[in-house]
T-cell receptor, first 111, second 115 residues
Framework: KQEVTQIPAALSVPEGENLVLNCSFTDSAIYNLQWFRQDPGKGLTSLLLIQSSQREQTSGRLNASLDKSSGRSTLYIAASQPGDSATYLCAGETGANNLFFGTGTRLTVIP | GAGVSQSPSNKVTEKGKDVELRCDPISGHTALYWYRQSLGQGLEFLIYFQGNSAPDKSGLPSDRFSAERTGGSVSTLTIQRTQQEDSAVYLC?????????????FGAGSRLTVL
């Protein structure tokens, strides 16, 4: 069974800092990789999707990369803002229309 | 609809009672998923529907849990004889399985508390 680990579990940074969130899979046979954001009491919002033929995706201040050989993904957030405070979840799809989620990294950006 | 709608948003029930959670996916989305998120845990896959059929029920924790989907649209997750360990947020997601990748849109969830 695919297991997903996210490090760190929690992160607190001052506004303006660049930061990296990490995600690793026990089974590197990942079809697609998605990063989600979850705000308290809310559902998940998809941020970036890296398809099987891709290695990274960028959207604004966010950049996600995927190294299939090592089963690792990173989410890079540039120039962090207080509005970025949320829990960030990575999820890998293994081709069976099912996503395996990590436990998330809770990010706090301090004004 | 514009997004995935779930109801109720909050449900408090007594141990042993049955509960029904509803999910109304985005119109046209053929795939529908139920996940469970317990406090401090990651999202746990419960069941996946393609149309009205459920090719993968492997995540349902016990026979007290069941789900159905009708008309390729609304889905209901039923938990019978609820236990305290069933307390969690139940999230529904839908997607359109087209030529592109499987991008899920999530609802806001139904928070279940079993006393």
């Amino acid at each position: 069974k695919q297991e997903v680990t996210q490090i760190p579990a929690a992160l607190s940074v001052p506004e303006g800092e660049n930061l990296v969130l990490n995600c690793s899979f026990t089974d590197s046979a990942i079809y697609n990789l998605q990063w989600f954001r979850q705000d308290p009491g809310k559902g998940l919002t998809s941020l970036l999707l890296i398809q099987s033929s891709q290695r990274e995706q960028t959207s604004g201040r966010l950049n996600a990369s995927l190294d299939k050989s090592s089963g690792r993904s990173t989410l890079y957030i540039a120039a962090s803002q207080p509005g970025d405070s949320a829990t960030y979840l990575c999820a890998g799809e293994t081709g069976a229309n099912n996503l395996f989620f990590g436990t998330g990294t809770r990010l706090t950006v301090i004004p | 609809g514009a997004g995935v709608s779930q109801s109720p948003s909050n449900k408090v029930t007594e141990k042993g009672k049955d509960v029904e959670l509803r999910c109304d996916p985005i119109s046209g989305h053929t795939a529908l998923y139920w996940y469970r998120q317990s406090l401090g845990q990651g999202l746990e896959f419960l069941i996946y529907f393609q149309g009205n059929s459920a090719p993968d029920k492997s995540g349902l924790p016990s026979d007290r849990f069941s789900a159905e989907r009708t008309g390729g649209s609304v889905s209901t997750l039923t938990i019978q004889r609820t236990q305290q360990e069933d307390s969690a947020v139940y999230l529904c997601a839908s997607s359109y399985l087209g030529p592109g990748a499987n991008v899920l849109t999530f609802g806001a969830g139904s928070r279940l508390t079993v006393l």
